[in-house]
C-alpha cells in the first residue's frame, strides 16, 4: 500500500488549499481513511476521516472550515481548506485503516500513512 499526498504550500491566514492523497494497492471505496497533522513539538493529530460508507468525521478545531472527500474512481482522498489560520500550520499526513470505519480520534485505526506535505500559514 503506498499513499502519496500532495497539495501542500503556503499560505495566508484566510487562504485555501485542497489536498489530495493517492492511493496504490488500496481499494479506497472499501475502507475508512483520515487526515491527521503534526506540528513542530506536538502530537500527530487527526483531522478528518471519511468511511466507507460515505460519513465524514471532524476535529472540533477544524469543523466548518476543512471538507474531506473522496473520490472512488481516483482512489484518492481530498481534504479541502478554507479560512486557514496560522495554528493549522503543519505536516498533514494521509492514513488508510483496514475497517470500513474511523475516527480522527483513534490513530490506531489506521494501518497506512503516506509521507506528509507541508502546510504554512503565515499571518
Known amino acids: 500500500v503506498q499513499l502519496v499526498e500532495s497539495g501542500g504550500g503556503s499560505v495566508q491566514t484566510g487562504g485555501s488549499l485542497r489536498l489530495s492523497c493517492a492511493a496504490s494497492?488500496?481499494?479506497?471505496?472499501?475502507?475508512?481513511m483520515g487526515w491527521f497533522r503534526q506540528a513542530p513539538g506536538k502530537e500527530r493529530e487527526g483531522v478528518a476521516t471519511?468511511?466507507?460508507?460515505?460519513?465524514?468525521s471532524y476535529a472540533d478545531s477544524v469543523k466548518g472550515r476543512f471538507t474531506i472527500s473522496k473520490a472512488n474512481a481516483k482512489n484518492t482522498l481530498y481534504l479541502q481548506m478554507n479560512s486557514l489560520k496560522p495554528e493549522d500550520t503543519a505536516m498533514y499526513y494521509c492514513?488508510?485503516?483496514?475497517?470500513?470505519?474511523?475516527?480522527?480520534?483513534?490513530?490506531?485505526?489506521?494501518?497506512?500513512w503516506g509521507q506528509g506535505t507541508q502546510v504554512t500559514v503565515t499571518s
Open positions: 492514513a488508510a485503516s483496514r475497517n470500513w470505519d474511523c475516527r480522527p480520534g483513534r490513530k490506531a485505526d489506521f494501518a497506512y
Open positions: 494497492g488500496y481499494t479506497a471505496s472499501s475502507y475508512c
Open positions: 471519511f468511511d466507507s460508507v460515505g460519513r465524514a
